[in-house]
Structure formats: C-alpha cells, structure tokens
C-alpha cells in the first residue's frame, strides 16, 4: 500500500523559509516521478517542481525553491525561500507509477506579508 506524508508546513513571514517532506512507503521515490503540487483557495492546483532523474520548477518559484530526494530515507524535500505571500496553499506531493497516481494528504503554507 502507496502512503505519502507531507510535513513541514507552517506560518512564516514573507521572506522566510520552510522545507517540506514527502515520506514515502510502498513505494520507492527514487525510481518514480515526484512532484510537489500547491493549491491556493479559489484556484486550481498547480505543478510546483519535479524530480526524477533531473529537476523541474515553475517559473513562478524558480531561483527560490529547490527540490530534492534523500534516497535512504525515501523522502523528497521542497526547500522553500525567499517566500512570498503568494506562495500561501496547501502543498502536496505526488508519486506517479503504473498510469496511477498517489497524493498526499497536503500540509498548510501560510506566508504573511
């Protein structure tokens, strides 16, 4: 059973820094395509960055943010800076395997101005 559990959310002032985690189990990270997602209220969700074999981010985070994977603890990381009040959502992370897709159950990032 594929289980993803986010952390590290939290309320940070706009400038500040939060790193997230993806724990997996059931599943290995390393081999398959994660992403970090946000959805802000009232909007739809959207593709944060990726990882795999390389690297991915949106334009709306890049040189801010950077993902990354800890293959012994089977985690994926979002180190988050410089962050503005923009950025507030619920993060989520996604492993994609076989034609399906896992979530996460999302963690809050409050960002006040």
């Known amino acids: 059973q594929v289980q993803l559990v986010e952390s590290g959310g939290g309320l940070v002032q706009a400038g500040g820094s939060l790193r997230l985690s993806c724990a997996a189990s059931?599943?290995?990270?390393?081999?398959?395509?994660v992403g970090w997602y946000r959805q802000a209220p009232g909007k739809q969700r959207e593709l944060v960055a990726t990882?795999?074999?390389?690297?991915a981010y949106a334009d709306s985070v890049k040189g801010r943010f950077t993902i990354s994977r800890d293959n012994a603890k089977n985690t994926v990381y979002l180190q988050m800076n410089s962050l503005k009040p923009e950025d507030t959502a619920v993060y989520y992370c996604?492993?994609?395997?076989?034609?399906?897709?896992?979530w996460g159950q999302g963690t809050q990032v409050t960002v006040s101005s």
């Open positions: 990882i795999l074999r390389t690297t």
């Open positions: 996604k492993v994609a395997k076989s034609s399906r897709d896992y």
């Open positions: 059931g599943i290995i990270l390393s081999v398959n395509a």
